[in-house]
């Protein structure tokens, strides 16, 4: 293995932090070494607002990482998030000939490119295409068709799309950093790497990944993404909220919302003081309406009764006191706060909601690798981790 191969890195450049974490591949297994963390400085909203400041802290966080693991960040792969990134379903299909005949791996791919082929502005790109399930002369639920027999092959796929600006500004910050980028990921798809069980993903899941900026909404069922999407709120939405309320500046806002707040008035514990009923009272009507959109959300998908396996809050905005319980509330669906795991020797410190992204992130780039080590970021390199993925 050459000296590059041996290690990975995920990026992470969200709205209130940037995170650089550096992992060793040893044989199947991924060691954690080291995360290096800054200000974000520069984004608003999941988007890069000023190029420099975005820089400057995936520097700061770059040398962090560097100075505890004692190894050069020269990649990366780096998580992408924000209102600009849409899902849709898509259905492709080929003609195999006019006799049945063995589906080649050829042949699965393109029927995956009929079915990526849809019409998009010109602003837009795909971003991911995550196969559902693959037809055979009608026959579905097919999750692998190679070696079948048929004359017609379709496929069933979920596509992400996302402004190509916005995502070649994450890249070109990251060039301007020193680091060049190996692939791009959908944030919330990584953190389901670290924090969903396949079982959560076969009997149908929701992961919310609660960012500064917005919440990302990703379900699965069936061991597949069923539906992606985002909501306008997230954890800076409370914190700006408290500064208001309070007459309070950013920093403060964000202490006392960390130390005291609590999404609704119910799942305060003790008796609670009257500040922290005070905030308590601005925080709660946020929570609210964000779990309001995310149901809004779900109705719209037709998803809102298919997630018997409930919810997984990531993201910083999910350590809010208080969220999960208000949720399970609001649902009636267990809810549970992301442990993000599949690196050996992860530190407790780094095993939080956070973190799960740039944890997700070192391992999608490690199932890739393994899946095709010649052809990383590749459409098909790709296709084979989503399927490893889902079975």
């Given amino acids: 293995m050459a000296k590059k191969d041996k290690y990975l890195v995920g990026l992470d450049i969200g709205s209130t932090k940037t995170c650089v974490l550096i992992a060793e591949v040893e044989g199947e297994a991924v060691k954690f070494l080291a995360l290096g963390a800054a200000e974000s400085k520069g984004l608003r909203k999941g988007l890069i607002v000023n190029l420099d400041s975005t820089v400057s802290s995936i520097r700061r966080a770059v040398e962090e990482a560097e100075s505890v693991a004692n190894v050069p960040v020269e990649e990366a792969l780096v998580g992408v998030a924000g209102g600009h990134v849409r899902g849709v379903n898509s259905r492709g299909g080929i003609a195999l000939g006019q006799r049945p005949r063995d589906i080649e791996r050829e042949d699965v791919h393109r029927a995956v490119d009929a079915a990526r082929n849809i019409s998009l502005p010109e602003d837009r790109e795909v971003l991911h295409v995550l196969p559902h399930e693959f037809i055979v002369d009608a026959q579905n639920g097919i999750r692998d068709a190679v070696g079948m027999v048929g004359q017609r092959l379709e496929v069933n796929v979920h596509l992400v799309t996302s402004s190509i600006a916005a995502t070649q500004n994450l890249v070109t910050a990251a060039n301007k950093a020193g680091i060049l980028i190996t692939d791009t990921v959908l944030e919330p798809l990584a953190s389901a790497e670290s924090c969903l069980t396949q079982d959560e993903r076969d009997l149908g899941c929701c992961l919310l990944d609660i960012g500064g900026g917005t919440t990302e909404l990703l379900v699965f069922g069936g061991g597949v993404v069923r539906h992606s999407s985002a909501v306008a709120i997230g954890g800076d939405h409370f914190t700006n909220d408290l500064a208001v309320g309070l007459r309070t500046p950013i920093p403060e806002a ?12 119910a799942f305060m514990q003790g008796n609670g003081a009257m500040f922290a009923h005070m905030l308590t009272d601005i925080i709660e009507p946020r929570a609210v309406e964000l779990l309001s959109l995310i149901h809004d959300d779900l109705q719209r998908a037709g998803l809102d009764g298919q997630i018997p ?66 052809r990383t970021g590749n459409l098909v390199s790709k296709l084979k981790a989503m399927f490893a993925g889902a079975s």
Avoid: N, W
């Fill in 254 to 265: 964000e202490r006392l919302k960390r130390r005291h707040g609590c999404a609704a008035s």
């Fill in 309 to 374: 396996a409930g919810f997984v809050l990531a993201g910083g905005g999910a350590r809010l006191h208080g969220l999960d319980e208000l949720a399970e509330q609001s649902f009636h669906l267990p809810v549970r706060v992301a442990e993000p795991k599949g690196l050996a020797d992860l530190p407790e410190q780094v095993a939080q909601p956070e973190y799960a992204t740039v944890v997700g992130l070192v391992l999608c780039g490690a199932k890739t690798r393994r899946s095709a080590p010649q």
